[in-house]
């Protein structure tokens, strides 16, 4: 089911949480909404299900205006962070909930009922759970629970609220994969918050990334990494170096292969992804660049450089490499190096 948000604002008394919002979500796909706290992606998704009213806006599901319907007609799945189980329930009788409460006459069979939650079980791999209650479960079993919960009432949308915000590193990362699969398999139209960068770009097909109520970029975890719309989204996804033009002269930005152009402005700075920089040991001993330190990330090295710039002051430049190519190099704390950029965006 494809969703449409038009114009969408909402205000917390003098707070504005939500600025004219227009939004189009293709069908089957996984978004996440990604931004800082309080940039209001969690206020965005609950105008979506129905949990919270918009001031202005509409919502409109495969081109049916949901805007004023109750949360209950709107045909939405619905998982929050705390899994919000019942603890006085099996995992059994929580997932068939939604099918027990439904009017009489929408209302299937008790046995279609037990045929369906353990086929939804066996969905998200926890059958074998099934006499068991919430608080005999872990934090990543009972996530999956509630997702099996929402998905028993056959959502056209399915909305999930910092999904695994309360779980383990470990646990997050086998449900980030997990979940990934889950959406190819049942192909529903999901929208997920997070403030995890990492999360988003590893689980979505769409990234929608905002910030003070407004959206400030939306495209595929690539165009958003590799052609950020604009300084904000340069910083918050990745980690990015900052060469600012007013305190490095134009010789070294062509030094290091950064072209300037004329019509450039003190202002303007350009923005290097770490493994977007090249290192080399130098053979100037008067490189302004030094080896500071380095740490271990699995296959990955990530090189803290100390930068001087023309007024003496320092300026820490971050590189990644391959650890093969950094035993290659044998450079040790306080060797001059010099840098080479293979990309940079430049930003006014």
């Given at each position: 089911?494809s969703?449409?948000?038009?114009?969408?604002?909402?205000?917390?008394?003098?707070?504005?949480?939500?600025?004219?919002?227009?939004?189009v979500?293709?069908?089957?796909?996984?978004v996440a909404?990604?931004?800082p706290?309080g940039c209001?992606?969690?206020?965005?998704?609950r105008?979506?299900?129905?949990?919270?009213q918009?001031?202005?806006?509409r919502?409109?599901?495969?081109?049916?205006?949901k805007t004023d319907?109750h949360v209950?007609q709107?045909?939405?799945?619905?998982?929050?962070?705390?899994?919000?189980?019942?603890?006085?329930m099996?995992?059994?009788?929580?997932?068939a909930f939604g099918?027990r409460?439904k009017d009489k006459?929408y209302?299937?069979?008790?046995?279609?009922?037990?045929?369906?939650?353990?086929a939804?079980?066996?969905l998200?791999?926890l059958?074998?759970?099934?006499?068991?209650f919430?608080?005999?479960?872990?934090g990543g079993?009972?996530?999956?629970?509630?997702?099996?919960?929402?998905?028993a009432?056959?959502?056209?949308?399915?909305?999930?609220d910092?999904?695994?915000?309360?779980?383990?590193a470990?646990v997050?990362?086998?449900?980030?994969?997990?979940?990934?699969?889950?959406?190819?398999?049942?192909?529903v139209?999901?929208i997920?918050?997070?403030?995890?960068?990492e999360e988003?770009?590893?689980?979505?097909s769409?990234?929608v990334?905002?910030n003070?109520?407004?959206i400030e970029?939306?495209g595929?975890?690539?165009?958003?990494?590799?052609?950020p719309?604009?300084?904000?989204?340069s910083?918050?996804i990745?980690?990015t170096?900052?060469?600012e033009?007013s305190?490095?002269t134009t010789d070294?930005?062509?030094?290091?292969g950064?072209?300037?152009?004329e019509e450039?402005?003190?202002?303007?700075v350009?923005?290097?992804r770490?493994?977007?920089?090249?290192?080399?040991?130098?053979t100037?001993?008067?490189?302004?660049?030094?080896?500071?330190?380095?740490?271990?990330?699995?296959?990955?090295?990530?090189?803290?450089l100390?930068?001087?710039?023309?007024?003496?002051?320092p300026?820490?430049?971050?590189?990644?490499?391959?650890?093969?190519?950094?035993?290659?190099?044998q450079?040790?704390?306080?060797?001059k190096?010099d840098?080479?950029i293979?990309?940079?965006?430049?930003?006014?």
């Amino acid at each position: 089911m494809s969703i449409l948000l038009s114009n969408i604002s909402k205000n917390f008394g003098q707070f504005s949480a939500l600025h004219d919002i227009d939004l189009v979500i293709p069908e089957g796909e996984l978004v996440a909404l990604l931004g800082p706290s309080g940039c209001g992606k969690t206020t965005l998704l609950r105008i979506i299900a129905g949990l919270e009213q918009a001031d202005k806006g509409r919502i409109l599901l495969n081109g049916d205006d949901k805007t004023d319907l109750h949360v209950s007609q709107r045909g939405i799945g619905f998982v929050f962070q705390h899994y919000a189980l019942f603890r006085h329930m099996t995992v059994f009788d929580n997932v068939a909930f939604g099918m027990r409460v439904k009017d009489k006459k929408y209302r299937p069979s008790e046995t279609d009922i037990a045929k369906k939650t353990h086929a939804l079980l066996e969905l998200v791999q926890l059958d074998w759970l099934h006499d068991r209650f919430p608080d005999q479960l872990s934090g990543g079993q009972r996530q999956r629970i509630a997702l099996a919960r929402a998905l028993a009432v056959e959502p056209s949308v399915l909305l999930l609220d910092e999904p695994f915000g309360a779980l383990d590193a470990s646990v997050r990362k086998d449900l980030r994969q997990w979940l990934r699969n889950l959406h190819h398999e049942l192909n529903v139209t999901s929208i997920f918050v997070t403030h995890d960068q990492e999360e988003a770009m590893e689980v979505a097909s769409q990234v929608v990334v905002l910030n003070k109520g407004r959206i400030e970029q939306q495209g595929s975890p690539a165009e958003i990494y590799d052609h950020p719309a604009n300084v904000f989204v340069s910083k918050f996804i990745g980690q990015t170096n900052e060469f600012e033009l007013s305190h490095h002269t134009t010789d070294w930005f062509e030094h290091i292969g950064l072209q300037v152009a004329e019509e450039s402005t003190p202002d303007w700075v350009a923005h290097v992804r770490p493994h977007d920089i090249e290192i080399s040991k130098s053979t100037n001993d008067n490189s302004p660049v030094t080896l500071k330190d380095w740490q271990h990330l699995g296959a990955l090295i990530r090189i803290e450089l100390t930068k001087f710039l023309p007024n003496g002051s320092p300026k820490i430049v971050y590189a990644e490499m391959p650890n093969e190519q950094f035993k290659r190099l044998q450079l040790n704390r306080g060797d001059k190096v010099d840098l080479r950029i293979r990309h940079a965006h430049w930003f006014h």
